[in-house]
């Protein structure tokens, strides 16, 4: 079922949503999807979003990264205070790139994003998943995901 509205009401609506579940400490973003400037563009706004309502925020785009060098070179360096621009230890990093919600890579976030652009399926982990071909007014999906076909969450499908 899904609810269109503005793309700040929309960005403002998951922030809230994040920060009831998760209101302090070091905090992990992943924002994914299989169109890399939509993504990233999301995940920008995202930060920003998250700053207004007061949250020290970080940025981060990793590509195509593996897993261990994304916990090597982004989230370890994050956990211990000493990642760029993420010193407060209740910074929010908001992360962008490939294959972060699949195989253990997963576990390390503690809230994520799933970001459509046309008829794809969503990656059924994700907290929340968003359309946003209509960028300016992105819709949010709520699925019934026990309707979801389960070769969805097998790795290398997204």
Not at 135 to 140: E, F, K, V
Request: aromatic residues 6%; negative net charge; proline residues 6%.
């Amino acid at each position: 079922m899904p609810t269109q509205t503005t793309r700040h009401d929309l960005l403002d609506g998951i922030v809230v949503e994040f920060l009831h579940n998760s209101p302090r400490g070091r905090r992990l973003v992943a924002v994914g999807g299989v169109a890399a400037e939509v993504d990233g563009a999301f995940a920008d706004d995202l930060a920003v979003a998250l700053a207004e309502h007061g949250q020290p925020t970080a940025r981060e785009s990793v590509g195509g990264a593996d897993e261990a060098a994304l916990r090597a070179v982004v989230v370890e360096p994050f956990r211990s205070g000493v990642l760029d621009g993420a010193t407060d230890p209740d910074t929010v990093l908001v992360v962008d790139g490939e294959r972060l919600l699949v195989g253990d890579a997963r576990g390390i976030w503690h809230f994520s994003v799933w970001v459509l652009r046309g008829d794809e399926l969503p990656d059924s982990g994700a907290n929340v998943i968003v359309d946003a071909t209509d960028q300016a007014a992105p819709t949010r999906y709520f699925y019934d995901y026990c309707k979801l076909p389960p070769s969805l969450n097998r790795p290398g499908l997204h």
